[in-house]
């Protein structure tokens, strides 16, 4: 009988790209039988506290809550090399302006929540889901929006004005990427199929950039809008070399943004990333 494994991730092309070959039988172990769900980041986050998947997407601002049940898998992360998440508005904004005006975020565990406090503390924030911020900004619902996924390449041609990018900021501050998601497994599934789990994931991954005009082509139901060009620059991004692995650079990025949070208050307690290497 086959082990019934359920991968939970975005409905976003990155993360429809980095699953193809899993979700396809493009990469194959008779011993598994993978289930896949959709989910928004922000309910992924509130699942994993519950354990309810066996591997999991989820922000890495909250996995620093998550590390008793889950590890950090060693592949599959989204990091945002000088880039990230984005305040944007309807009209042109200084940073120091944000003070006093109403901005609407994603969940309150994603990273780009983390990284706005890190970049300025105290700002008024609203919660709203991710796919509905720059209708929100645009309806005046909220006087500017942190945006995540597609809408960081598309929210110029939407008549949008960008006040800071998070990841730049990030990168420019430490040298280092913004890890903003990750894929977590669950330790009770043991050290052997962890590791067995782990190599498909990772072979799904590489099979991607391998064969990337048939994942790009899957990848682009789940687009949101996005032409061919613009959906491949946004895979380009948050698929890559360091999705396959976070190497050095990648682990210390990690270290260093809990580290922080913690320093910071955010976080009410030290955090040592656990790798399922």
């Not at 508005?89 to 003070?99: G, K, S, T």
Request: charged share 25%; net charge negative; proline share 5%.
């Amino acid at each position: 009988m086959r082990q019934r494994i359920t991968v939970a991730h975005s409905p976003d092309a990155d993360d429809a790209f980095m699953f193809y070959a899993l979700a396809m039988g493009r990469v194959y172990d008779p011993d598994f039988e993978f289930v896949h769900v959709l989910e928004d980041i922000q309910t992924l986050n509130e699942r994993a506290f519950q354990g309810t998947y066996e591997v999991t997407a989820v922000s890495l601002h909250a996995y620093a809550y998550l590390t008793g049940r889950y590890a950090l898998l060693p592949h599959g992360a989204s990091m945002g090399d000088g880039y990230g998440p984005m305040v944007v508005a309807r009209q042109p904004v200084r940073p120091e302006e944000l003070q006093g005006m109403r901005i609407a975020v994603p969940g309150p565990l994603t990273t780009a929540v983390l990284a706005l406090r890190l970049w300025r503390p105290g700002l008024e924030q609203v919660v709203i889901p991710f796919d509905q911020i720059l209708d929100a900004v645009a309806a005046g619902r909220a006087d500017a929006g942190l945006i995540i996924h597609e809408g960081q390449v598309t929210y110029r041609s939407l008549g949008f004005h960008k006040v800071v990018d998070l990841g730049e900021w990030w990168t420019g501050e430490t040298g280092l990427p913004l890890p903003l998601g990750g894929n977590l497994i669950r330790k009770d599934l043991g050290p052997d199929l962890m590791r067995r789990v782990s190599r498909l994931l990772r072979e799904s991954i590489r099979y991607g950039l391998d064969h990337r005009e048939e994942a790009l082509t899957h990848a682009m139901q789940y687009g949101r809008d996005l032409d061919r060009k613009l959906a491949d620059r946004f895979v380009g991004m948050y698929v890559n070399q360091s999705t396959l692995d976070y190497g050095d650079r990648g682990r210390e990025a990690v270290r260093r943004l809990l580290a922080l949070g913690h320093e910071r208050g955010i976080i009410p307690h030290r955090v040592e990333a656990e790798f399922a290497d």
